[in-house]
DNA sequence: GTGATTTTGTTCTCCTGTTCACAAACTCCT
DNA sequence: AGGAGTTTGTGAACAGGAGAACAAAATCAC
């Protein structure tokens, strides 16, 4: 019996791919939903926009999930990307912070059919408490701890303004979640085992107008 | 006369140091309204959430702005990068999509408060024609080409359903726009000439899902 | 069964980006 | 003025990721 691909040691998965492997689990759902059951390395790698060679080498790290002179079959490697990802499990997850951005990210769907459940909603705003957007009411921030323990959430999403951030971050991680996602324009302070990722709605646009920018001074002709 | 700081020729900033411009522009603001008047790179680096060599070395590319033995001085290291960024234009924008996140982004003062002015919002759905959001009325999906000829606008966002992103982004660029920020789940396929950039706002929640699985199946003590 | 063809998995090389470490340059104190 | 103490700017080593190229392994035609 040989050692198949069970996954016993820690493979180490780069970084850089790991962050890949949510575009390739998106374009494996479009082609599947498309009525594609086999592809090549070729084809995915233009459905998710990158160089087939690097595609290639991140499906290396997870196992050999193809077959050579075939392809990968759609369904199976998306199941196994999901599995890897984390995908497959339920991920109970709380926003705080219910303005225009925590409304949006309630009612954004790639959350849930992603495995996110969002099981609460909180906001500092008495006014906002009861109110009910996607199908959750709005409840208060001093709710958070209870929350936490009984749906045993692990993830947190801050969508409130800045001057807040600190602090909401600051209760989630007493409260017991240990990966925040921070919407807001600040950077957050957290201990050492607490995972934060930052999304700046406004930093790609800063990027695009320094390249047009760019442009623009570079053929004055 | 030397030649001093002026930049005739095109100093190749890396693209990892032009990502993280934005962020230093972000805690330089921060600290200007603090009543900060100088910092060291140590001081910046912590309010940015970098190391202070590599954030010496990303304004090392920019020119020499800060003073040995002193630091920098908030205010015109500010002034310098958003100058450098082209934050110190006005950029019109048009946002094509007024859903929860159309409304977001409109609303939005991160983007105004960065040079980026909402020239329109625009949307398929009749329904929402003559709606006001933000100050601005939402007007029909087929002004696109007027409005980006009247305001001059060469920058785009993409806040619809990924099944009318690609559409959108052809007719955007047909229309004469250069740079797209698409926040649609689907990768997008323009010409070469223009610069496309991605906000997937379910990627980073599957990056610290993946993290969180990690960690569990790591430590099973 | 054998050879031609396709496509994966992987090795090797190159390049970009990060970090260290230190000389240069400035201020402050005496 | 001169020395002590700071802090920047940068050269050099290091790490990590990207892409080319190819061997291994599968299918297909006959």
Redesign the pocket.
């Known amino acids: 019996m040989t050692a198949r691909t069970s996954n016993d040691t820690a493979r180490e998965i780069?970084?850089?791919?790991v962050a890949?492997l949510p575009v390739y689990l998106r374009a494996l759902s479009t082609l599947s939903e498309a009525g594609t059951t086999v592809?090549?390395?070729?084809?995915?790698a233009a459905a998710a926009g990158?160089?087939?060679?690097?595609l290639?080498?991140?499906?290396?790290?997870l196992?050999?999930?193809?077959?050579?002179?075939?392809?990968?079959d759609v369904d199976y490697l998306r199941y196994q990307i999901a599995r890897e990802m984390g995908a497959t499990r339920d991920w109970p997850v709380v926003i705080v912070g219910i303005g225009n951005l925590g409304h949006a990210l309630a009612n954004y769907s790639g959350f849930r059919s992603r495995g996110f459940r969002v099981v609460a909603l909180l906001d500092a705003d008495g006014q906002r408490h009861g109110e009910v957007v996607a199908g959750v009411v709005v409840r208060a921030f001093d709710d958070l701890r209870s929350i936490v323990r009984e749906h045993g959430v692990a993830i947190g999403v801050i969508a409130t303004p800045a001057a807040a951030a600190q602090d909401v971050a600051d209760q989630m991680v007493d409260a017991g979640i240990t990966s925040i996602l921070n919407f807001a324009p600040t950077v957050l302070s957290v201990g050492p085992h607490v995972a934060v990722s930052k999304v700046d709605l406004s930093k790609e646009l800063q990027v695009l107008a320094y390249h047009e920018q760019r442009k623009a001074t570079q053929e004055p002709a």
Chains 1, 2 share one sequence.
């Open positions: 780069p970084e850089a791919t890949r592809c090549s390395s070729e084809d995915l990158v160089n087939s060679a690097k290639r080498k991140d499906l290396s790290y196992g050999s999930y193809g077959t050579r002179g075939v392809g990968y």
